[in-house]
C-alpha cells in the first residue's frame, strides 16, 4: 500500500512583522529557497506519463532522474492517483513481464536513473474516474530523502502521451500490467 507522507514541516518565522505584504514576501523567499535547494540535488528529465482510458485502473509515469547528490526516492504522490508506487518490471521466465514494488530507489551522487516502459516506473494505481489524454499535463510530487535525512517533495509536470506509447527500443511496454 502506498504510504502517506503528511509530515508538513513547520515554518521557522523569526520576523516580528505580519504584515500581509511582509508575510508574502518572506513566503515567496522561503519556497522559492526550497525549490532550489530540491532542483540542485536531483534533475527530471522529459517526464511523461501513459495516457489512461475512462474506466482504467492504473497507467505509469517515466523520467529521467539526475542526481547530483546521492538521494533516494521514497515514494510518489499524484492527484489523479489513489495509491502510487515504485515499480519495476523485468523478464521472467518464459519471456513473461513480472513487476515488483520498489520501496525505495537510492540514485549515488553524479548516477542517472532512467524510469522506462518495460523497467523501472512510478505506478499511478486506483485512478480518478476521469481519463488522462494526451495534451494533458498530469501533477507528480517526488518524495525524497536526501543523504542527511531531510525529507524533500520536487514536483514534477509530465506531459500525457498515447496509451501505446514506447520509448520507440522494442520493449513490450507496460500494457500486459495487472494490478491488485
Ligand atoms: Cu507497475
Redesign the pocket.
Known amino acids: 500500500m502506498c504510504e502517506k507522507f503528511a509530515k508538513d514541516e513547520a515554518m521557522n518565522m523569526t520576523s516580528g512583522h505580519f504584515s500581509p505584504r511582509a508575510f508574502a514576501a518572506a513566503a515567496g523567499l522561503v519556497l522559492t529557497v526550497g525549490l532550489n535547494a530540491a532542483h540542485a540535488q536531483l534533475s527530471i528529465e522529459d517526464p511523461w506519463v501513459k495516457g489512461a482510458a475512462q474506466g482504467q485502473m492504473a497507467t505509469?509515469a517515466y523520467m529521467t532522474l539526475k542526481a547530483t547528490q546521492a538521494i533516494k526516492l521514497t515514494g510518489a504522490e499524484s492527484p489523479v492517483a489513489g495509491i502510487v508506487e515504485i515499480?519495476q518490471?523485468s523478464m521472467g521466465p518464459n519471456d513473461a513481464m513480472t513487476?515488483r514494488a520498489v520501496p525505495q530507489l537510492d540514485i549515488a551522487a553524479g548516477q542517472s536513473v532512467e524510469l522506462k516502459p518495460g523497467g523501472l516506473?512510478i505506478?499511478l494505481m486506483d485512478l480518478n474516474k476521469t481519463p488522462i489524454k494526451p495534451g494533458q499535463t498530469v501533477p507528480i510530487t517526488l518524495l525524497l530523502q536526501t543523504a542527511d535525512g531531510k525529507t524533500v517533495k520536487q514536483p514534477v509536470s509530465a506531459a500525457v502521451r498515447p496509451l501505446t506509447a514506447r520509448d520507440g527500443k522494442g520493449d513490450k511496454g507496460?500494457g500486459g500490467?495487472k494490478h491488485h
Open positions: 505509469a515499480h518490471m513487476m516506473h505506478m507496460d500490467h
